[in-house]
């Protein structure tokens, strides 16, 4: 089947295992987290994706990220940059946060340079002040959410994934971070929102896949 002018990724039958147990001389052990998911992400739209616990949503976002490969079906990338934003993750806790967040800029396609160009607006966007020449080890969780999150709103791939990221933050930054997403979803981003509240995901995305 050819896909719509307009897709920009395609999942074909896609299944993830992971090995579970298994040393050396011990039978490995898989567990299914994805199996046979298909479907055409398209330019533009605000694709929500949600399920229980352990239903597979992180997974299926690394999966569109390229971070792991699929064990079965197949991946189809038209041509687009992808990048994953999970909070939390991939910060170095020992250097400040604006060395993190040049990091951060990085890992999503960009310069050290277009990253520093766009720094002032970062830092002023994540509220952290003087700590943003802080190491990060020294931050409160939400504070390290906050820098993420303005990392994101700020450099921007072709598609951006989104793991349970409007959930961040005290609930003034939220409401923030929420508005700005939402200036993003109804441009012309493609994002793919995994989240738990229903009501996040009603009033922000064109479609919804149940894993
Ligand atoms: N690296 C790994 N090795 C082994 N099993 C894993 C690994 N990562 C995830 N799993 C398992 O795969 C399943 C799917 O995990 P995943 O994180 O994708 O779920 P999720 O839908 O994002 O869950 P949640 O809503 O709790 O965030 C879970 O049962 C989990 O235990």
Redesign the pocket.
Known sequence: MHPQNDTVLSLCDVGVR?K?RGGLLQKPEY?Q?LKNVSFDLRQGETLGIV??????????LRVMAGIIRPDQGRVINYGVSVSLLALQAGFDPELPGRDNAIMNGMLLGYTRRQVEARMTDIVAFSELGDFIDEPVKTYSSGMRSRLGFSVSVFMTPDVLLLD?ILSVGDRGFREKAESEMTRKMSSDQTIVL?S?SENQINRLCDRVIC?
């Not at 399920?51 to 299926?60: I, V």
Request: glycine share 16%; charged share 20%.
């Open positions: 992971y579970r567990f987290a399920g229980r616990n352990g239903a597979g949503k992180s997974t299926l349970e995994v738990h894993l």
